[in-house]
């Protein structure tokens, strides 16, 4: 989380500097490394100005993760007089999700592709201060192998696959403790039993992996 800073009497108008970006973004294709840096740089021109205060609210869970797609319920809660219930709004340009607001909770329905987005909540202090604070909102893909285990005889063959969504492409590498792997994920057990692990990769994001159990008798 982004620490909670005061609103300054020159602060950006982030509202209006994101309908900039946007519309100068319809002229070209940004990549991806430029997709996940400007919502940051928007943050760092909310709260970069100001000195730092408490936190005047509290997110629950401090650090939220989702599959894409995926329903999650968060909830705000007030450490210090507020003057009316706290504000949440997305700050991003390219598909962050969606909210349905309550009040003190709300609950945000994730996009279908991965990513890091930014949550703002404002909070009115009983003096008339604003406050704001940033959040991180993990988006996760969908990287599941099918089946997650197997048991195989010596030699034996088997077919793996790797359900993916969220990634911008679904190519999959398999690496296999022993045995081996022909295309499309065909696998052929070694000729030695024991118990051995298979690791599918996404192509598309190598941070992105998921594991497979394989008994040989």
């Known amino acids: 989380m982004i620490r909670l800073e005061e609103v300054c009497p020159k602060s950006w108008n982030l509202r209006g500097l994101t309908g900039i970006i946007q519309m100068h973004c319809l002229g070209f294709l940004l990549t991806p490394s430029a997709r996940s840096f400007l919502p940051l740089a928007f943050a760092a021109l909310l709260l970069g100005c100001g000195s730092s205060a408490p936190e005047a609210v509290s997110l629950d869970p401090p650090a939220p993760a989702v599959l894409v797609g995926e329903r999650l319920q968060l909830h705000a809660s007030a450490n210090e007089n507020l003057a009316a219930e706290p504000e949440w709004e997305l700050l991003d340009y390219n598909g962050g999700g969606l909210l349905s607001t309550r009040g003190l909770s709300t609950t945000y329905l994730a996009p279908n592709h991965a990513g890091t987005f930014l949550l703002l909540i404002r909070a009115r202090r009983s003096d008339g201060s604003i406050a704001k604070a940033v959040h991180e909102i993990r988006v996760l893909p969908l990287f599941l192998p099918e089946p997650a285990t197997a048991l195989l005889q010596t030699g034996q063959a088997q077919t793996f696959t790797v359900k993916v969504k969220g ?44 594991t497979v159990t394989v008994i040989v008798n």
């Open 167 to 210: 990634l911008a492409r679904n190519d999959v590498t398999w690496k296999a403790e022993a045995g081996s792997f022909r295309d499309n994920g065909n696998y052929i057990a070694p000729m030695e039993p024991g118990t051995y692990h298979l690791t599918a990769t996404s192509t598309a994001d190598p941070s992105v992996t998921a």
